[in-house]
């Protein structure tokens, strides 16, 4: 099965400052149009998650394009611009698999204001 | 818009079963599959299966298979899933998410239901 390597998995930040945080899976999960179905996720407390990028770099409807998503192959990153206060929370990539369909998160981060 | 709704709290004993629903409105339910996420207390999220409304197949996580099942009423576009054999381990939120199929990944969830297993 893939694993999920979050890191960090606490980040303190100053608001202003951007913030970053790695990805990296067990496995490489190419498929033959070049897609890669990493997610990253967003969940403030006591909220269900929300959606911020899919495959790998792409904004969900209603994102600030304060977020941003890179990455190839196994090592990916979420990249916050400017960090505001509402950014706090846990972030969670996760990838999936076509046959079967297995799905997995990493750990998650927490991100905090200093 | 669309959007998933789940019934409410459940406390069970150990040994019961729990059986949550997730009510999909605003957008056609056979083109999307349903998802269930659960996330023990201060815990990360723990994927658990995949409903498919066309021909209802499934696939589970290895770690529940045997114990979980996933059924649809399409006439209410209700998906349920139910967990057998209750542990204390099982509490935990638990949430639906939709996805347009494998391996996409989830972008509307619904709002979580709580199950407490405690004796």
């Known amino acids: 099965d893939v694993v999920l390597t979050q890191s960090p998995l606490s980040l303190p930040v100053t608001l202003g400052q951007p913030a970053s945080i790695s990805c990296r899976t067990s496995?490489?999960?190419?498929?033959?149009?070049?897609?890669?179905?990493l997610n990253w996720f967003h969940q403030r407390p006591g909220q269900s998650p929300r959606r911020l990028i899919y495959?790998?770099?792409n904004r969900d409807s209603g994102v600030p394009d304060r977020f941003s998503g890179s990455g190839s192959v196994t090592d990916f990153t979420l990249k916050i611009s400017r960090v505001e206060a509402d950014d706090v929370g846990i972030y969670y990539c996760?990838?999936?698999?076509?046959?079967?369909?297995?799905?997995?998160f990493g750990q998650g981060t927490r991100l905090e204001i200093k | 818009q669309a959007q998933l709704e789940q019934s409410g709290t459940e406390v069970k004993r150990p040994g019961a079963s729990v059986k949550v629903s997730c009510k999909a409105s605003?957008?056609?339910?056979?083109?999307?599959?349903i998802h269930w996420v659960r996330q023990a207390p201060g815990q990360g999220l723990e994927w658990m299966g995949i409903?498919?409304?066309?021909?209802?197949?499934?696939t589970y996580a290895q770690k529940f298979q045997g114990r979980v099942t996933m059924t649809s009423d399409t006439s209410t576009r209700t998906v349920y899933m139910e967990l057998n054999s209750l542990k204390s381990e099982d509490t935990a939120v638990y949430y639906c998410?939709?996805?347009?199929?494998?391996?996409?990944?989830?972008?509307?969830w619904g709002q979580g239901t709580m199950v407490t297993v405690s004796s």
């Open positions: 996760m990838l999936g698999t076509h046959w079967p369909p297995v799905y997995t």
């Open positions: 605003g957008f056609i339910f056979t083109n999307y599959h």
């Open positions: 998410a939709r996805a347009l199929g494998a391996p996409d990944g989830f972008d509307i």
């Open positions: 496995q490489s999960l190419v498929y033959s149009a070049g897609n890669i179905y």
């Open positions: 409903f498919n409304p066309i021909g209802s197949r499934t």
């Open positions: 495959e790998v770099s």
